[in-house]
């Protein structure tokens, strides 16, 4: 089991360009977490998925980010454009289908710098 | 007022000491209750839950939940240098959006 595995592990660009956050989640685990983490806010959701399909994108901060899922197997967050304030760690999550107090499996995050 | 508050320290401790780390939360309707350990660079990984009220020990941790004052603890015996890292608290109602507290770090020094 190779875990969570995220790409790029950082990420430095500059305010306006997009950037696309990757995630390839345990095989067979149904759901799919993407989380923000910064000193002021703690860990947030930002949106989850079950299935490929998205269930509660509220904490999603702006319409600049996007979420997708295509496959059981991968999944992107988009910013377009990045600002300074959206620099963070950025996670993804993966969780198996039987019930909703199972355990987060967390990847090692995409440290997002923005100029 | 967050859902889930916690103490950010930083905490540090010498090696064999008990650590005692707490949250406190809001939402009556939470019924699930976790401990997350997160290294430096690393994401966060589940160390304890509980279930409602109770203590749940595993080795030298012991986690306590106390709904009628909704506080949470997280103790460690004999602590260890290697126990060194952020504990994050979190809780949830069974469904699967779980609210994290700021996390507290952790130093135990040898």
């Known amino acids: 089991d190779a875990g969570v595995i995220q790409s790029p592990r950082h990420e430095v660009t500059e305010m306006g360009q997009e950037v696309t956050l990757r995630c390839k989640p345990i095989s067979g685990h149904d759901y799919l977490f993407w989380y923000r983490q910064t000193m002021m806010r703690g860990l947030e959701l930002l949106i989850y998925f079950n299935n490929n399909v998205p269930i509660d994108d509220s904490g999603m901060p702006e319409d600049r980010f996007s979420a997708k899922m295509p496959n059981a197997s991968f999944s992107t967050l988009k910013i377009q454009p990045s600002e300074p304030r959206d620099s963070a760690v950025y996670f993804c999550?993966?969780?198996?289908?039987?019930?909703?107090?199972?355990?987060?499996?967390f990847g090692n995050g995409t440290r997002l710098t923005v100029t | 007022q967050k859902e889930v508050e916690q103490d950010p320290g930083p905490l540090s401790v010498p090696e064999g000491a008990i650590v005692s780390l707490n949250c406190t939360y809001s939402?009556?309707?939470?019924?699930?209750f976790m401990w997350y350990r997160q290294y430096s660079r690393k994401g966060p990984e589940l160390l304890m839950y509980?279930?409602?009220?109770g203590n749940k020990e595993d080795g030298r941790f012991t986690a306590q939940v106390d709904k009628s004052s909704k506080y949470i603890s997280l103790f460690i015996r004999d602590s260890q240098p290697s126990d060194s890292a952020t504990y994050l608290c979190?809780?949830?109602?069974?469904?699967?959006?779980?609210?994290f507290g700021a996390g507290t770090r952790l130093f135990v020094k040898a």
């Open positions: 979190a809780s949830s109602t069974g469904g699967f959006k779980t609210i």
């Open positions: 509980t279930y409602s009220s």
């Open positions: 999550a993966s969780s198996p289908r039987d019930r909703g107090n199972s355990p987060l499996h």
């Open positions: 939402n009556s309707a939470f019924q699930y």
